[in-house]
């Protein structure tokens, strides 16, 4: 049994913490900026249900085995404000962020040791509050370890593909390869048809390449095919699909910019590896932000 406070929510949290309510070993909670009654989630096999307790105040939650952070990277901060009372000595935090920087969000806020990273691949949509559409299956990897493990045992029930891995690093960086790429749909404030373009085409390479160069001075093991390969798994999606940043763009939301690609300008100049593509798309996002 293990207890579990998963904050943040919303198309990712709201569908994980629905999967660890379906084991009656689970004690879910969640802790939430805007409260809902239950959770539905529309799968690929069909609807699951869950009725977590939903806190929406610090004061009310207790320490908890595992903290499971969903929310959006640049809410991070607000995230942490959860901690102290939901964070006991033995509780494990794991953030569950796309990015390369899930220890260095919240090293500030929690000993490190008892951060996991989590890289997710899990296609998921908010639809309401409680409610989110699940499109596709879901991977999760961890760093191997003590803490990695019991991590993955928490979706033992689940058919997710939870494992850990020896090369934490390379997983989280593909995963920003493919994710820096989408920035052109959010500036053109149009879906991932626009790869049929051959000069968007062309920038996408450009953007995954300098995250490949970045990544591996970072440590990360990186094929020279990786920026074909985005842009061919682009082009055999849905003309009309989008990605987050997108999304986030026209529902006036903010957007994960720095996280996805202002972080390939920032580490970039660390190695001295030049990014201007990134460091366009980071600027034209800023000011379309701004607006
Ligand atoms: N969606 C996907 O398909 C997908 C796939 C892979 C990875 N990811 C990554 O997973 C992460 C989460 O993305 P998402 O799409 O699930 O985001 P999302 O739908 O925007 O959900 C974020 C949730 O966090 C809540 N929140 C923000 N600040 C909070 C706080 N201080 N306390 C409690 N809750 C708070 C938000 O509350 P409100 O309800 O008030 O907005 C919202 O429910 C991101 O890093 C994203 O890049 C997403």
């Known amino acids: 049994m293990a207890s579990i406070l998963l904050i943040g929510p919303g198309a990712i949290g709201a569908t994980l913490a629905a999967w660890l309510a379906q084991d009656d070993r689970h004690d879910v909670a969640v802790a939430a900026r805007t409260p809902f009654d239950s959770i539905e989630v529309q799968t690929p096999e069909g609807v699951i249900r869950a009725n977590p307790r939903v806190f929406t105040d610090f004061g009310q939650v207790r320490p908890v085995d595992w903290v499971l952070v969903a929310t959006k990277a640049y809410d991070s901060d607000a995230a942490a404000k959860w901690f102290p009372t939901a964070c006991g000595p033995r509780t494990r935090v794991a953030v569950i962020q796309n990015g390369v ?54 979706f033992g029930h689940t058919n997710f ?79 009309a699909a989008g990605n987050s940043m997108y999304a986030d763009r026209r529902a006036g939301r903010p957007m994960e910019y720095d996280a996805r690609n202002g972080v390939i300008v920032r580490l970039g100049k660390r190695h001295g590896i030049a990014t201007p593509m990134n460091a366009l798309m980071v600027s034209l996002l800023e000011a379309a932000q701004a607006n």
Do not use: Y
């Open 101 to 154: 920087e899930h220890v260095q969000r919240f090293e500030k806020h929690i000993d490190r040791e008892r951060i996991v990273p989590v890289m997710i691949d899990l296609p998921a949509e908010r639809v309401s509050p409680g409610r989110t559409i699940q499109r596709g299956p879901a991977q999760l990897v961890v760093p191997a370890g003590k803490n990695g493990a019991e991590f993955v045992q928490l």
């Open 161 to 239: 593909d939870a494992k850990q891995s020896d090369d934490f690093v390379s997983a989280v960086w593909r995963k920003l390869c493919l994710n820096c790429a989408g920035a052109p749909c959010a500036v053109l404030l149009k879906p991932q048809g626009i790869v049929h373009q051959p000069g968007v085409a062309e920038l996408m390479r450009d953007l995954v390449r300098e995250c490949v160069a970045v990544g591996r001075a970072e440590g990360a093991k990186l094929e020279d095919s990786i920026p074909d390969e985005i842009v061919e798994r682009t082009r055999r999606g849905s003309r």
